[in-house]
């Protein structure tokens, strides 16, 4: 039955049942979805809600921090995420990302790369000053059914308003890594492809009446990087013993 034969979701039927479509996705059944149980390590330390400094997670000798209620994360002073450190942030609770997270790609090699994982059982709201984020962010639903969104541009635990996105969403998002979420709404309003200018970096001087050279004039761009699958991240534990990854599916559609 192509096309639906290339498509795939976690449901037992078509995702759309109208007759002029080809009712894409569905039909995969199971089950299979990362969640935080499955990847949360044992022995992780449960912290209270309320605001967590990057830097603290950091110089702490713990990989990962588990957290109940909803959690700013903040890096003030701009710390980064140096080399061979794996780090994670597991919060049942909405949160809100107020500063970049970024690596340390200084002395790189295939044995010392970083690592930072966050994983929501709420919503994550981005701020609208955040330019990058290095890393994989998860955000799946609560037991009640909410959740499981990501806002690219908020003010605090809030999504900026729609008559407001292109005075306040006007910053380029670049993310090294990887979204994960039921709903991922891209709010911001930088630019679009159509206002790039040939050349290796491109004029944005369209996008919105603003000056700049970047390579892309995209509003949000995504850079799947290679630490993403090279090194292990600070989850997947079972009976306290690390899982080892082997290899990594990729299943089509490949967008």
Do not use: H
């Amino acid at each position: 039955r192509p096309p639906v034969d290339l498509t795939f979701a976690n449901r037992g039927v078509p995702i759309t049942n109208d007759s002029k479509s080809p009712a894409m996705g569905g039909v995969f059944g199971g089950s299979n979805c990362i969640t935080a149980a499955t990847m949360m390590p044992s022995g992780s330390r449960s912290q209270p809600s309320g605001i967590l400094n990057l830097q603290t997670l950091l110089v702490s000798a713990d990989s990962a921090f588990n957290y109940t209620g909803n959690l700013q994360l903040k890096n003030n002073p701009g710390k980064q995420v140096d080399p061979d450190k794996s780090k994670a942030v597991y919060v049942t609770g909405d949160v809100y990302i107020s500063d970049n997270i970024t690596y340390n790609t200084a002395g790189w090699s295939i044995d010392s790369l970083p690592s930072f994982v966050l994983s929501v059982t709420g919503n994550i709201y981005i701020d609208a000053s955040v330019t990058r984020l290095d890393g994989t962010y998860f955000a799946q639903k609560n037991s009640g059914g909410g959740g499981g969104n990501i806002y690219t541009c908020s003010n605090g635990f809030t999504p900026i308003a729609k008559g407001s996105l292109f005075s306040n969403c006007n910053r380029q998002l670049t993310v090294v890594g990887s979204f994960v979420a039921d709903k991922i709404n891209f709010l911001r309003t930088f630019g679009s492809l159509r206002d790039e200018s040939t050349g290796p970096n491109v004029n944005c001087s369209n996008a919105a009446g603003r000056s700049s050279t970047r390579p892309t004039c995209a509003a949000e761009v995504f850079e799947f990087s290679p630490e993403l699958y090279l090194q292990r991240p600070a989850a997947a534990s079972t009976g306290g013993d690390a899982v080892q990854f082997d290899a990594i599916t990729s299943l089509p559609p490949v967008l």
